[in-house]
Every structure is written in C-alpha cells, then in structure tokens.
C-alpha cells in the first residue's frame, strides 16, 4: 500500500523506486562513459552515481517539493521497462533514458502545473551553469566531474524542454509561453556553450 502525504515525507515504494533507479542510471552512465574515459570503472560508478543524484534525483525532487507545496499529492514512480533500455542503449556508448516520473495527485491548475514542470528543468539549468562556472577553474577528477555534470544537466534541461507531451516543456508552454521560452533559451544556451568551449 502507498502511503499518501503532503509534507515532504517519502513512502517506502518510493524510496525503494528512487534508489533503484540511481543504481540502474549510475551503471547505465558509467558504461557509456567508459567508451570516452580512461578512468577506471569504479571511479566512473562514483562520478556517475554523483552526476545522477544531481541532476536526475534533483529533477525529480523538484517536481516533487513544488506539487506538494500546492498541496498536491506527488511521488516518483520508476518505469522498470525504461531502466532495462537505458543499460542496453549504453552499451552503444549513449544513454537514452525515460527512468520514471513524479506522479502527481489533487486539484492541480494549468499555472501550478506548469510551475510543477518548470521546477525540474530549472533545477537542471541551475546546477548545470553552477558545474560549468566551476569546471573552468578546476582539474584533476573534481574537474571530470564537473564537466560530466555540466553536460548532464544542461542536454537533461533541454531534452525536458521539448514542447511534446509528456515532456515539462508542453505544460510550461501551455501555462506560459514567456516562460517557456526564457528557460528554453538558457537551456540551449548553456548546451550549445559547453559543447563548443
């Protein structure tokens, strides 16, 4: 049984959902960037669990966090089937992945959907911009980190941007275009500067 609250709290189907999608996604991120590092591969499972847990978990928190302080019930929920394609497409040297979705319960309306869905991108513009700033300045397996984190969060940012259902970008847009184009912006932005430094 799924326990509902309100207050910030996780149920047990959720915190065992979450850990297992961190795990899956830190293995699948690993595999892939083994085709372009030299790093060992347990020093890939730790920088990958790190990048995961900052951006992917932190997406998802965000939805969670905002739902809930427009009284609304919300949980993550993972999807087994999109896990199992993320591991097999990392093989190919790419990670292609739909893990699971905060699912969200209660009197939800277009403008605090839309505040719901811009939540999660935001965060990742935040801490991509954050990672990069600070990658410039820093070497070593700190500096590897960051800029796998950088790149993470801001392709994730852009790639929830997309103004197709599910994705945020359709409710953002839906709730107010301005918006939706302002984070879209800095979201390529931040995408295309990384690629090209």
């Given at each position: ?83 199992i394609i993320a ?55 700190i500096g590897t ?53």
């Amino acid at each position: 049984m799924i326990s509902i609250n309100q207050d910030g709290r996780y149920s047990a189907v959720e915190i065992r959902d979450i850990a297992i999608s961190v795990f899956v996604l830190s293995i699948a991120f690993a595999v892939a960037l083994n085709y372009r590092s030299d790093l060992g591969f347990p020093t890939l499972i730790a920088i990958s669990a790190v990048v995961v847990c900052l951006s992917f978990v932190a997406h998802e928190l965000a939805h969670k966090f905002v739902a809930q302080r427009y009284g609304a019930w919300a949980e993550y929920r993972m999807f087994p089937m999109g896990l199992i394609i993320a591991l097999i497409i990392s093989f190919s040297g790419f990670i292609f992945a739909s893990p699971g979705a905060v699912y969200i319960g209660g009197s939800i309306d277009d403008e605090e959907n839309g505040k719901i869905s811009a939540a999660g991108p935001a965060v990742n513009i935040v801490l991509g911009a954050v990672a990069f700033i600070l990658a410039l300045y820093t070497t070593g397996i700190i500096g590897t980190t960051l800029w796998i984190m950088a790149s993470i969060n801001a392709f994730f940012a852009v790639f929830n941007m997309i103004p197709i259902s599910p994705f945020d970008g359709s409710k953002i847009l839906g709730w107010n275009i301005a918006v939706y184009l302002a984070m879209a912006a800095c979201a390529a932005a931040l995408l295309i500067t990384i690629w090209f430094l």
